[in-house]
């Protein structure tokens, strides 16, 4: 009879919780790598990420981090399975600054191989 | 018994203070904002900020959006409490347990600039509107 008190309660509390969902960045206008934020001119879309391959589970890695995925995105850099067993982080001269930048997870899971990502997108300037 | 009791009592502190949230930086730029897409002049380093945003908080942006993203929300909440600041510079975002911490400084725009831009580089800028939508003969 207890139990008939407590599922709606449950209900409740679930659909209460899971009304809000939390990233990391949604939509933040400007995030500049330079203390010169003038009006430059822009380069389109840029996208980058920062992932960790996955063999059988085990990660070839760490974590995929948020920050390293912004600056890869900053110099328009995919990672590579490279980067996941240790390489550091390269690239060509930046962008000043990305206005519209968004950070999403991503990848994928296989069982024999994985890959665990934060993609970054946004509007590039120079 | 009373010897156990005690025990426990310094398992739970030694748990209590081992699970005590410490801050990680994650991420840093020149500057962040959520209200200008550039600024123009000189910007120039303010009063020091120090602001978090943690999972379970009312968002500053409001709206009626359920995904709520945490470093916008803490650089919003950064700008609102620098009196609307353009921008934080030296901006360190840190982790700590389900909250996003940022370090910075607020922007003070120069006097001779500081003109900021709302819109981005490309977005095609909109035609006047002709009033009346009578053609003049």
Redesign the interface.
Known sequence: MRGLWVTPLLFVFAFTTS?????????????????D??????I?EIEGDDCIYMVLGYRLGGRP???RA?RNASKQKKSSIGDSMGGGESGGEGVR?I??L??KPDGFNAVVFGKDCFAVTG?G?K | MRVSLNVCALFLVAVFLGGCCTEQVFFQASAVSMTKNSIEGVLKEGKPVNTQFCQGDTPVSGGDSHEVGLMDEVILKAQKSAGNAPAIMNARFYTSCSCVVLKGNAALASAGGGKADDDSGDAPKKKPRNKGGKKKG
């Open positions: 009304c809000t969902s939390y990233r990391w960045a949604k939509e933040i206008k400007m995030v500049a790598f330079s203390d934020v003038h009006k430059g001119k822009s389109g981090q948020v920050g912004i600054y206005n519209n968004s950070v509007l300037f």
